[in-house]
């Protein structure tokens, strides 16, 4: 049976190609395409599905297949330049006259498209203002030389862009870095600028690895910059810490123009600057790149990001933003433990088994399932091929000939066979060719014109059949059917409030889309009616398809999404969140952001629309859910998301937790790391759940515990291992939160730590009264863009050597110990959890640790600084370590402080705790007694390690603990 399938398909696609002339069925206004001679035998077409090397190219590609955009024959004039005073142009700026775009041809076009435009001519950048101070003891980096030489952008005598475009011009005026202009002749919607070639001795590049996120990559070489890479962060220089220089260039956003870096040609690197709107277009975009220099990396990106904050004005940094409480409390969230099958029992008997173990969870996030959301009718789809060729480009629909009879009965028949085509050859083809094809590479270019024409219909079925929540839409704001049908009472807002009441949890989250679901708002329904939906064709822009060229066919492009009318989309966020509020919700996982990128066309370019919906979901956050901003950006790391957060502070820093696939675990960690570099300075990041009975969880846990970051898991009820969160969560359900996001050390910024072989991460963090730095060993596994997925190394992963100092603690300004010397509790980790060292020392600064990882092991060091006592004049030393059997056992610490009685010449240490189990202190001396809250307690003296122990009992306030040498 199965060889006579693959016989008929195979037969009626070879008739199909053999009858199908593009000419015959409305290619009016381009050559015929021609397939070669050898597809046109039956025989033949097998090798097509089956990979086997063609023997001759397409002699046509069709426009909607070329890779590179079409340049629109019309503009619209709706983005000028404000005054460019303060712009410099490079030398020997080509001759010609360089007028501003204001043409107002007189173009036909829909409402949506008027509202677009007049969004991207409302969100024009701001004239450049004066420098403002940053709020930071650090001195910000100055420009200190930073300049254009001839062709070459320099830093000094370091040479950091050489042979840069004459399109560029500079901006001086603020001494955190310069910020790049590009202009050309010719008005249009992309321009590409060639940055020249790269000179560093090593960099990082953040770039988008799907639509959605971005991932880590290090290189020194133009070409081994990636595609949509939006952060790129320079060594020039390679020796002590104190000699190293750093350069920063951050692609940003202009009005309706975003940027990004990518590979250019002959080895350089170049900008690529669009707006995702053909009629959105000029011929000067201003203040589109951002460069600066330092010697301090952080600082440096500190400084960068704020430069840009205050030029765009469309997002704060996250120092300046308020947080929510859920940052601190433990959370469970539902998504992998029921995916969109979640129901009321079942999230009951997920709280109630954390806290039955000891670990009760107070956030709760209701993920993906809990809304009212329908698929689309049959008749939102027509099957009939003059409409899936309607919605090709460029295609016409001519009168219906003898052939087309023929062509329609042919496809009839295949559509009959939907699952076979997936199933059999075509699917066999699609995996092995398409799925890892390059854009513009003939795989693809087949493919996509076979998924836009003949396939489509096909495709869209199968997605439908498989009940695929992509092709979803929503119905209502209100919780559907099945998910209330499941509830006790049936009422949304009692099972909250029961939640709440006999569960103790504090903090409800509710999962939507940014569109409302994610194939959007359903065109029709009663309850959206007022919002005047229609239904949009994404459009990805070139870019991101070099990344994700299966985004061409994606079920968003091929099902279209109902978007609500440009003046209408507060409409959508108030009622979606008044309807939560109503229920007792306390805020919003927002998914799917970076959709709305891809849905700029018609509407004033991926940046304005992008932040139209973004700033409208935020201000209907705070006006329903407070100004705490209890809200988790999500699937959201294109630049035209994260420079739209000028309210929201928290948002996820990496692909999702996947617990089936073993590749993707330490890739996580490290991609969660190096992300935070950059988005920590825009939002608190959020790492993401994990499984506690995952086996890697360890791994897992102890990232979390240095991240800065919430924690929260999605275990499915009973499958749970409460040693492990234990050393997480306190009784009351409280964390030990890390003050800072969690970020590599200085050393490890460069190193490939997943393929390398030899370097591990390393992460540093501040608590209140101590710093905690956690190593890594993530070698065996990393992100692949060829095949575009997490990949397994060939071999047995490394044991890597590496070491431990204080310098791998930033910011120390401030928190130097008086004695200058700091008591260091080390605790390694096996992959399975095992404690297999503790141990504690005192370091200074000229001091390290050294120490080896098996794969998956980590390490983790809490450094507090030791405070000079004196009992009857002889100096001692003290330091608090926190609550021992905790992963950031510093965490525990809130206060300390060293007293001395003169009369007595006694000396006391007040220590502010929290949490409860062993408290863990360093002492040169024993203590004559102690105190916990004026009572006094038994304590444990090691006279041989000088660890000193006490234990607090289960409480959920603050403890004083008082030690007294006398």
Same mark, same amino acid.
């Not at 991207?120 to 930073?146: C, H, K, W, Y």
């Not at 995702?276 to 960068?304: C, E, M, Q, T």
């Not at 940046?607 to 700033?615: G, L």
């Not at 969880?697 to 499958?719: I, N």
């Given at each position: 049976?199965?060889?006579?399938?693959?016989?008929?398909?195979?037969?009626?696609?070879?008739?199909?190609?053999?009858?199908?002339?593009?000419?015959?069925?409305?290619?009016?206004?381009?050559?015929?395409?021609?397939?070669?001679?050898?597809?046109?035998?039956?025989?033949?077409?097998?090798?097509?599905?089956?990979?086997?090397?063609?023997?001759?190219?397409?002699?046509?590609?069709?426009?909607?297949?070329?890779?590179?955009?079409?340049?629109?024959?019309?503009?619209?004039?709706?983005?000028?330049?404000?005054?460019?005073?303060?712009?410099?142009?490079?030398?020997?700026?080509?001759?010609?006259?360089?007028?501003?775009?204001?043409?107002?041809?007189?173009?036909?076009?829909?409402?949506?498209?008027?509202?677009?435009? *007049?969004?991207?001519?409302?969100?024009?950048?701001?004239?450049?203002?004066?420098?403002?101070?940053?709020?930071?003891?650090?001195?910000?980096?100055?420009?200190?030389?930073? #300049?254009?030489?001839?062709?070459?952008?320099?830093?000094?005598?370091?040479?950091?862009?050489?042979?840069?475009?004459?399109?560029?011009?500079?901006?001086?005026?603020?001494?955190?870095?310069?910020?790049?202009?590009?202009?050309?002749?010719?008005?249009?919607?992309?321009?590409?600028?060639?940055?020249?070639?790269?000179?560093?001795?090593?960099?990082?590049?953040?770039?988008?690895?799907?639509?959605?996120?971005?991932?880590?990559?290090?290189?020194?070489?133009?070409?081994?910059?990636?595609?949509?890479?939006?952060?790129?962060?320079?060594?020039?220089?390679?020796?002590?810490?104190?000699?190293?220089?750093?350069?920063?260039?951050?692609?940003?956003?202009?009005?309706?123009?975003?940027?990004?870096?990518?590979?250019?040609?002959?080895?350089?690197?170049?900008?690529?600057?669009?707006?995702?709107?053909?009629?959105?277009?000029?011929?000067?975009?201003?203040?589109?790149?951002?460069?600066?220099?330092?010697?301090?990396?952080?600082?440096?990106?500190? #400084?960068?990001?704020?430069?840009?904050?205050?030029?765009?004005?469309?997002?704060?940094?996250?120092?300046?933003?308020?947080?929510?409480?859920? /940052?601190?409390?433990?959370?469970?969230?539902?998504?992998?433990?029921?995916?969109?099958?979640?129901?009321?029992?079942?999230?009951?008997?997920?709280?109630?088994?954390?806290?039955?173990?000891?670990?009760?969870?107070?956030?709760?996030?209701?993920?993906?399932?809990?809304?009212?959301?329908?698929?689309?009718?049959?008749?939102?789809?027509?099957?009939?091929?003059?409409?899936?060729?309607?919605?090709?480009?460029?295609?016409?629909?001519?009168?219906?000939?003898?052939?087309?009879?023929?062509?329609?009965?042919?496809?009839?028949?295949?559509?009959?066979?939907?699952?076979?085509?997936?199933?059999?050859?075509?699917?066999?083809?699609?995996?092995?060719?398409?799925?890892?094809?390059?854009?513009?590479?003939?795989?693809?270019?087949?493919?996509?014109?076979?998924?836009?024409?003949?396939?489509?219909?096909?495709?869209?079925?199968?997605?439908?059949?498989?009940?695929?929540?992509?092709?979803?839409?929503?119905?209502?704001?209100?919780?559907?059917?099945?998910?209330?049908?499941?509830?006790?009472?049936?009422?949304?807002?009692?099972?909250?409030?029961?939640?709440?009441?006999?569960?103790?949890?504090?903090?409800?989250?509710?999962? #939507?889309?940014?569109?409302?679901?994610?194939?959007?708002?359903?065109?029709?329904?009663?309850?959206?009616?007022?919002?005047?939906?229609?239904?949009?064709?994404?459009?990805?822009?070139?870019?991101?398809?070099?990344?994700?060229?299966?985004?061409?066919?994606? +079920?968003?492009?091929?099902?279209?999404?109902?978007?609500?009318?440009?003046?209408?989309?507060?409409?959508?966020?108030?009622?979606?969140?008044?309807?939560?509020?109503?229920?007792?919700?306390?805020?919003?996982?927002?998914?799917?952001?970076?959709?709305?990128?891809?849905?700029?066309?018609?509407?004033?370019?991926?940046?304005?629309?992008?932040?139209?919906?973004?700033?409208?979901?935020?201000?209907?956050?705070?006006?329903?859910?407070?100004?705490?901003?209890?809200?988790?950006?999500?699937?959201?790391?294109?630049?035209?998301?994260?420079?739209?957060?000028?309210?929201?502070?928290?948002?996820?820093?990496?692909?999702?937790?996947?617990?089936?696939?073993?590749?993707?675990?330490?890739?996580?960690?490290?991609?969660?790391?190096?992300?935070?570099?950059?988005?920590?300075?825009?939002?608190?990041?959020?790492?993401?759940?994990?499984?506690?009975?995952?086996?890697?969880?360890?791994? #897992?846990?102890?990232?979390?515990?240095?991240?800065?970051?919430?924690?929260?898991?999605?275990?499915?009820?009973?499958?749970?291992?409460?040693?492990?969160?234990?050393?997480?969560?306190?009784?009351?359900?409280?964390?030990?939160?890390?003050?800072?996001?969690?970020?590599?050390?200085?050393?490890?910024?460069?190193?490939?730590?997943?393929?390398?072989?030899?370097?591990? /991460?390393?992460?540093?963090?501040?608590?209140?009264?101590?710093?905690?730095?956690?190593?890594?060993?993530?070698?065996?596994?990393?992100?692949?863009?060829?095949?575009?997925?997490?990949?397994?190394?060939?071999?047995?992963?490394?044991?890597?050597?590496?070491?431990? +100092?204080?310098?791998?603690? *930033?910011?120390?300004?401030?928190?130097?110990?008086?004695?200058?010397?700091?008591?260091?509790?080390?605790?390694?980790?096996?992959?399975?959890?095992?404690?297999?060292?503790?141990?504690?020392?005192?370091?200074?600064?000229?001091?390290?640790?050294?120490?080896?990882?098996?794969?998956?092991?980590?390490?983790?060091?809490?450094?507090?600084?030791?405070?000079?006592?004196?009992?009857?004049?002889?100096?001692?030393?003290?330091?608090?370590?926190?609550?021992?059997?905790?992963?950031?056992?510093?965490?525990?610490? /809130?206060?300390?402080?060293?007293?001395?009685?003169?009369?007595?010449? +006694?000396?006391?240490?007040?220590?502010?705790?929290?949490?409860?189990?062993?408290?863990?202190?360093?002492?040169?001396?024993?203590?004559?007694?102690?105190?916990?809250?004026?009572?006094?307690?038994?304590?444990?003296?090691?006279?041989?390690?000088? /660890?000193?122990?006490?234990?607090?009992?289960?409480?959920?306030?603050?403890?004083?603990?008082?030690?007294?040498?006398?």
């Amino acid at each position: 049976g199965q060889e006579t399938n693959d016989s008929r398909l195979s037969q009626g696609l070879t008739s199909a190609l053999q009858v199908l002339s593009f000419r015959d069925i409305g290619f009016s206004t381009i050559s015929p395409f021609s397939f070669p001679r050898t597809l046109r035998r039956s025989k033949e077409i097998p090798s097509l599905l089956t990979g086997k090397t063609l023997q001759s190219k397409p002699s046509f590609v069709p426009p909607f297949l070329d890779p590179a955009p079409p340049r629109p024959s019309l503009r619209s004039g709706v983005y000028s330049s404000p005054s460019a005073s303060n712009l410099h142009s490079l030398p020997k700026f080509r001759s010609g006259t360089i007028s501003l775009n204001m043409c107002q041809e007189s173009v036909q076009t829909a409402t949506a498209v008027d509202a677009g435009t *007049e969004l991207a001519q409302q969100q024009m950048p701001p004239q450049a203002e004066g420098f403002a101070e940053v709020n930071r003891s650090i001195p910000t980096p100055m420009l200190d030389n930073l #300049h254009v030489k001839g062709s070459d952008l320099r830093w000094g005598i370091d040479v950091i862009f050489q042979g840069m475009s004459q399109d560029f011009a500079w901006d001086s005026s603020d001494d955190r870095g310069l910020f790049l202009s590009v202009r050309s002749v010719a008005s249009k919607n992309l321009h590409f600028v060639s940055l020249g070639k790269l000179v560093c001795n090593k960099f990082l590049a953040l770039s988008r690895m799907k639509l959605w996120w971005m991932n880590p990559t290090w290189g020194s070489r133009s070409d081994d910059v990636p595609p949509e890479t939006q952060f790129l962060l320079l060594r020039l220089s390679q020796g002590d810490s104190e000699d190293e220089k750093y350069a920063l260039i951050l692609p940003i956003i202009s009005g309706p123009f975003r940027s990004c870096i990518v590979s250019g040609n002959k080895g350089t690197v170049s900008l690529r600057v669009e707006s995702g709107d053909s009629k959105v277009d000029s011929n000067f975009v201003r203040d589109i790149a951002f460069v600066a220099v330092g010697k301090n990396p952080y600082d440096l990106i500190h #400084h960068s990001m704020a430069a840009a904050s205050d030029r765009m004005k469309t997002f704060k940094l996250r120092k300046h933003k308020a947080f929510p409480a859920s /940052l601190d409390s433990f959370g469970w969230c539902t998504w992998d433990a029921f995916y969109s099958s979640v129901d009321g029992p079942g999230i009951l008997q997920g709280v109630e088994a954390l806290a039955a173990g000891g670990t009760p969870a107070r956030t709760l996030i209701i993920d993906d399932g809990w809304q009212d959301t329908t698929f689309v009718e049959e008749e939102d789809h027509a099957h009939k091929v003059v409409d899936d060729l309607k919605a090709a480009k460029e295609l016409q629909v001519v009168p219906q000939t003898k052939r087309q009879s023929v062509f329609s009965s042919i496809l009839k028949y295949i559509f009959a066979w939907p699952v076979g085509i997936l199933h059999n050859l075509g699917k066999s083809y699609y995996d092995a060719f398409v799925h890892k094809a390059k854009l513009g590479s003939v795989h693809f270019k087949i493919w996509s014109m076979l998924a836009s024409t003949v396939l489509k219909a096909p495709l869209l079925n199968r997605k439908l059949q498989s009940k695929d929540d992509w092709v979803k839409r929503l119905r209502s704001a209100e919780a559907g059917e099945r998910f209330v049908a499941s509830l006790q009472d049936g009422s949304f807002k009692a099972f909250i409030d029961r939640l709440k009441e006999k569960n103790g949890i504090q903090i409800v989250y509710c999962w #939507h889309a940014l569109m409302g679901y994610w194939s959007g708002v359903h065109v029709g329904k009663p309850a959206v009616a007022g919002m005047d939906p229609n239904i949009r064709t994404p459009g990805p822009m070139s870019g991101i398809l070099h990344v994700e060229p299966t985004l061409a066919w994606d +079920a968003l492009i091929l099902n279209g999404v109902g978007l609500p009318h440009m003046d209408k989309v507060d409409d959508l966020y108030n009622s979606l969140h008044a309807y939560l509020k109503s229920s007792g919700v306390d805020g919003v996982k927002v998914d799917g952001q970076a959709a709305l990128t891809m849905l700029g066309g018609g509407l004033g370019g991926s940046a304005a629309t992008t932040r139209r919906f973004v700033q409208a979901m935020e201000r209907s956050v705070v006006h329903h859910f407070g100004s705490d901003m209890n809200c988790i950006n999500c699937m959201c790391h294109p630049t035209e998301c994260l420079y739209s957060y000028n309210e929201t502070s928290v948002a996820r820093a990496s692909d999702d937790f996947w617990p089936r696939d073993p590749a993707s675990h330490t890739v996580h960690v490290a991609n969660v790391a190096y992300n935070s570099l950059f988005i920590g300075e825009i939002a608190q990041p959020d790492w993401d759940m994990f499984q506690s009975k995952n086996e890697v969880a360890t791994l #897992h846990a102890v990232a979390r515990s240095v991240g800065g970051c919430s924690v929260y898991v999605s275990d499915r009820p009973g499958e749970h291992d409460f040693d492990l969160l234990k050393r997480l969560v306190l009784p009351d359900g409280k964390i030990l939160r890390a003050l800072l996001p969690g970020r590599p050390t200085r050393d490890t910024i460069f190193a490939d730590v997943t393929r390398d072989g030899v370097s591990p /991460l390393k992460v540093w963090n501040w608590n209140s009264c101590n710093g905690v730095v956690a190593a890594f060993n993530l070698q065996g596994a990393s992100w692949c863009r060829s095949v575009r997925k997490n990949v397994l190394h060939h071999g047995e992963v490394p044991t890597i050597s590496t070491t431990f +100092a204080l310098r791998d603690l *930033e910011e120390r300004e401030g928190r130097e110990s008086s004695s200058g010397r700091w008591s260091v509790l080390k605790t390694l980790w096996s992959r399975d959890g095992a404690l297999k060292e503790h141990s504690v020392s005192i370091m200074d600064q000229t001091s390290s640790s050294s120490f080896s990882l098996a794969s998956r092991e980590c390490c983790i060091f809490t450094a507090a600084p030791l405070l000079e006592g004196y009992r009857q004049d002889k100096q001692f030393l003290f330091a608090a370590l926190g609550l021992e059997r905790m992963f950031n056992a510093g965490g525990a610490v /809130l206060s300390v402080s060293m007293t001395q009685e003169e009369a007595t010449k +006694a000396a006391m240490a007040s220590v502010s705790v929290r949490g409860s189990g062993p408290l863990l202190f360093h002492s040169t001396f024993a203590p004559s007694v102690s105190k916990v809250d004026g009572k006094e307690v038994e304590f444990d003296y090691d006279e041989e390690t000088k /660890l000193l122990r006490l234990q607090l009992d289960s409480s959920s306030a603050d403890r004083l603990v008082n030690l007294m040498w006398a």
